[in-house]
Structure formats: structure tokens, C-alpha cells
């Protein structure tokens, strides 16, 4: 017998997902009045249970530093790994401060802003401003700052929990970001802005789709890099600058705005590529635990290498 496949019956699994969001929400909405401190402390209790009872989230973030970071001892990139941890359970426990607490409130809690001067003569000379954000400290917090100071445009991809789609749009766009797809349309929206000597927002670490990208070291191990920036800069002579929304636990952030590696502006796509990842490397420098090492960087291997006879050696996950 065929089973049943009428509406009522396909509208259920649905329910779940609708409870879910819901919940995730009013979690986001309760904690978005909670100090910073307190959310901060909520992470420090949170992170090693993560570590210790998500052996996808240990695993990925342990082998990412064992090879960015050979030079450490086993123990040395255990804590860092604990640590980052911390910093990443962090990160979505202030997601309410940043996409629902009070404006002036969330504003307060950025200590200092480093390197908007950049912005600000970018500007002045008629170009556009290119930042690269990169997954660090908490790159909402970002978000609301330069949406809030400036005309500020960012490629946005819906989440995978539907439901929850209204509830972070509305969170990104509150302080006057314009969000575009992830697509041909998108990236004409990027250029326009660009052209009005606005500031857009770039990822510069998550891996693109096949075709949509060349392989770049990454701290020495290639890793599969977008090539949108060269288009963008190429046709709108923007200034690049990497920005990041360091945390300084428990008291708030601290804005950082540097100068993108100078390959960034290369015409060559992989000369520009490698040039975005020294930048991301730069930035995390200024505090490792920060950086979200449980992201598979590494996930796409390089062809040649599936076919050696060592591949396995190759791979991180």
C-alpha cells in the first residue's frame, strides 16, 4: 500500500521545526536583556560541556588547530580548543543582545572603535569600502555597528531553520543594513553600493560552492577561497579593510578595522584569494580562542590529492 501523502500528513513534520524556531526565539529574546557579563559567564559553563559531549564540534575545532598550529603541545591545543569554545558559545548567546536589545545598549557595550579612520577616508575620496568579516569574535555585533554608521549592504543566505528566516532578517536589517541574496542579483546590489561609495560586507572564510572559487593557503594548507573580491574591487576600485568585533569578556568589544593584505587587489584571482586569507589570518592573531575554528575550512581537497596514494593523510574530516 502506497503510504499517505495528503496535505495534512505533509504539513506535520513541519510542527517540529515551527517549535524549534519558536523556542530558539524567545531564548534569544530572554537573553537580550541579560548583561553582558552574565552572558559571558553562561558561556564559560556552556563551552566545555560543547567539548566535551559534541565529539563533531571537538574534533573539527582540534584538528583545524592541529594544523594551523603544529607548533603546540597536544595540551596547549586542548585549552585553546576549550577556549574557543567558550568564545563560540559566547557568540550565540549575545545573538539577542545583538539583534533585539536596546540600540543604545548594545552601542555602549563597543568600548572602542580601531581603524575607522579608514572608512572615513575611503569615503572622503569617492570609493567604497569593502570589509572583509570574517567568523571572529562576534561579527553581529559588527553588523550593528556599521549598519548603524554607515549605508551598509551585506550578501544575506536564509538559515536552514525556515522560521527562524524573519526573526534574524529582522535582527540584521534593525540599524539600517540592506541584506541581498546570495546570488547574480546580489552581487549586482554589491556593485551599486559600492558605487555610491558605501560600505558592503564580505565573509571571507566560508567556503564557496565549486566554481565560485580557487584554492589559497590558508595558514600553508590550501583551502577552497571565494574570488568575489577581485570582481568587486576590480570594477569599483573599493578599499579593502578586514573588520572584526574582538570580545573583551564579560566588559563588551572592541571594534578593529586593518588594512587588508595589499594581494587582496591583485587582477590574479589566486594572488587575491591568498591575499584575503593572510588578511583573515592577520585579524586572528589578535586572539586565537576567538576565531571559529569548528567551521570545516578545509573540507574541499584539492583534486590532485584525491587521487594520491596518501590521501587519507590529506584530509582533515
Given at each position: 500500500?502506497?503510504?499517505?501523502?495528503?496535505?495534512?500528513?505533509?504539513?506535520?513534520?513541519?510542527?517540529?521545526?515551527?517549535?524549534?524556531?519558536?523556542?530558539?526565539?524567545?531564548?534569544?529574546?530572554?537573553l537580550s536583556s541579560w548583561p553582558l557579563p552574565r552572558l559571558w559567564k553562561l558561556a564559560r559553563v556552556i563551552g566545555p560541556?560543547?567539548?566535551?559531549?559534541?565529539?563533531?564540534?571537538?574534533?573539527?575545532?582540534?584538528?583545524?588547530?592541529?594544523?594551523?598550529?603544529?607548533?603546540?603541545?597536544?595540551?596547549?591545543?586542548?585549552?585553546?580548543?576549550?577556549?574557543?569554545?567558550?568564545?563560540?558559545?559566547?557568540?550565540?548567546?549575545?545573538?539577542?543582545?545583538?539583534?533585539?536589545?536596546?540600540?543604545?545598549?548594545?552601542?555602549?557595550?563597543?568600548?572602542?572603535?580601531?581603524?575607522?579612520?579608514?572608512?572615513?577616508?575611503?569615503?572622503?575620496?569617492?570609493?567604497?569600502?569593502?570589509?572583509?568579516?570574517?567568523?571572529?569574535?562576534?561579527?553581529?555585533?559588527?553588523?550593528?555597528?556599521l549598519s548603524h554608521h554607515f549605508p551598509f549592504t551585506a550578501m544575506y543566505e536564509p538559515p536552514k531553520l525556515a522560521p527562524?528566516?524573519?526573526?534574524?532578517?529582522?535582527?540584521?536589517?534593525?540599524?539600517?543594513?540592506?541584506?541581498?541574496?546570495?546570488?547574480?542579483?546580489?552581487?549586482?546590489?554589491?556593485?551599486?553600493?559600492?558605487?555610491?561609495?558605501?560600505?558592503?560586507?564580505?565573509?571571507?572564510?566560508?567556503?564557496?560552492?565549486?566554481?565560485?572559487?580557487?584554492?589559497?593557503?590558508?595558514?600553508?594548507?590550501?583551502?577552497?577561497?571565494?574570488?568575489?573580491?577581485?570582481?568587486?574591487?576590480?570594477?569599483?576600485?573599493?578599499?579593502?579593510?578586514?573588520?572584526?568585533?574582538?570580545?573583551?569578556?564579560?566588559?563588551?568589544?572592541?571594534?578593529?578595522?586593518?588594512?587588508?593584505?595589499?594581494?587582496?587587489?591583485?587582477?590574479?584571482?589566486?594572488?587575491?584569494?591568498?591575499?584575503?586569507?593572510?588578511?583573515?589570518?592577520?585579524?586572528?592573531?589578535?586572539?586565537?580562542?576567538?576565531?571559529?575554528?569548528?567551521?570545516?575550512?578545509?573540507?574541499?581537497?584539492?583534486?590532485?590529492?584525491?587521487?594520491?596514494?596518501?590521501?587519507?593523510?590529506?584530509?582533515?574530516?
Open positions: 500500500m502506497e503510504p499517505d501523502t495528503s496535505s495534512s500528513k505533509k504539513a506535520s513534520p513541519e510542527i517540529p521545526l515551527l517549535s524549534r524556531a519558536g523556542a530558539i526565539s524567545w531564548l534569544w529574546r530572554r560541556l560543547i567539548y566535551r559531549l559534541s565529539k563533531r564540534e571537538r574534533t573539527v575545532t582540534e584538528r583545524n588547530l592541529k594544523t594551523v598550529y603544529p607548533e603546540l603541545s597536544k595540551a596547549e591545543r586542548k585549552r585553546l580548543a576549550k577556549f574557543s569554545l567558550v568564545h563560540s558559545s559566547a557568540t550565540m548567546l549575545e545573538l539577542g543582545h545583538a539583534w533585539m536589545g536596546d540600540p543604545q545598549r548594545v552601542e555602549s557595550g563597543i568600548v572602542a572603535v580601531k581603524g575607522q579612520e579608514k572608512l572615513d577616508q575611503a569615503r572622503a575620496e569617492g570609493r567604497g569600502v569593502i570589509v572583509l568579516a570574517p567568523h571572529f569574535g562576534n561579527w553581529e555585533i559588527l553588523n550593528f555597528w527562524l528566516d524573519p526573526v534574524i532578517r529582522q535582527g540584521r536589517e534593525r540599524m539600517g543594513a540592506q541584506l541581498v541574496p546570495t546570488n547574480a542579483r546580489g552581487v549586482a546590489a554589491l556593485l551599486k553600493a559600492l558605487k555610491r561609495c558605501e560600505a558592503v560586507g564580505i565573509l571571507p572564510d566560508q567556503e564557496p560552492s565549486w566554481g565560485s572559487g580557487v584554492f589559497a593557503p590558508f595558514f600553508e594548507r590550501p583551502a577552497y577561497t571565494a574570488t568575489l573580491l577581485p570582481k568587486l574591487v576590480a570594477r569599483t576600485q573599493a578599499r579593502v579593510v578586514t573588520g572584526v568585533a574582538l570580545r573583551l569578556p564579560g566588559q563588551g568589544f572592541e571594534l578593529h578595522f586593518l588594512d587588508a593584505d595589499s594581494r587582496v587587489y591583485s587582477d590574479d584571482e589566486a594572488t587575491a584569494a591568498t591575499g584575503v586569507n593572510a588578511s583573515v589570518e592577520a585579524v586572528i592573531e589578535l586572539s586565537p580562542a576567538q576565531y571559529q575554528w569548528e567551521y570545516k575550512r578545509y573540507r574541499k581537497v584539492i583534486e590532485q590529492q584525491q587521487n594520491h596514494p596518501d590521501y587519507r593523510r590529506f584530509r582533515l574530516y
